[in-house]
């Protein structure tokens, strides 16, 4: 005999089914995440490259890693529709920004350091 919990996960599934969709955002780092990420290699990028940039190109890579991965994953044919669908296009557009925030901050730097005086 079903319980009375089962028959309510039952009727659920019948009445609801997109209850059960797997998710995936709860896979996937959060918004805030990306922009944490981006600010700290911008603001390490900008100070580092001031100074000597091979150093900023340095503290740059391991923010390109981490964005590169989290482009696979997001754009990965398994798991982008389904995240699209449940975070929406923001959530792309965020990533995207906080990569750019980090590469102008490596850039800013560049051109800060050849202002300097000799």
Same mark, same amino acid.
């Given at each position: 005999?079903?319980r009375s919990?089962?028959?309510?996960?039952? $009727?659920?599934?019948?009445l609801?089914?997109t209850? *059960?969709?797997?998710e995936?955002s %709860?896979?996937? #780092?959060?918004?805030? +995440?990306?922009?944490?990420?981006g600010?700290?290699?911008?603001?390490?990028?900008?100070?580092?490259?001031?100074?000597?940039?091979?150093?900023g190109?340095?503290?740059?890579?391991? $923010?390109a890693?981490?964005?590169?991965?989290?482009? *696979?994953?997001?754009?990965?044919? %398994?798991?982008? #529709?389904?995240?699209r +669908?449940?975070?929406?296009?923001?959530?792309?557009?965020?990533a995207?920004?906080?990569?750019g925030?980090a590469?102008?901050?490596?850039?800013?730097?560049?051109?800060?350091?050849?202002?300097?005086p000799?």
């Open positions: 005999m079903l919990a089962h028959r309510a996960i039952l $009727a659920l599934t019948c609801y089914p209850v *059960l969709l797997a995936v %709860d896979k996937e #780092p959060e918004a805030l +995440l990306f922009w944490q990420v600010l700290a290699a911008a603001l390490l990028c900008l100070v580092t490259t001031r100074f000597k940039p091979w150093l190109a340095i503290c740059f890579a391991p $923010a890693i981490w964005f590169t991965s989290l482009f *696979l994953e997001i754009h990965s044919p %398994d798991v982008g #529709p389904y995240l +669908l449940e975070q929406g296009g923001g959530y792309y557009l965020q995207y920004a906080a990569f925030v590469v102008s901050g490596l850039v800013t730097g560049y051109f800060w350091h050849r202002r300097k000799s």
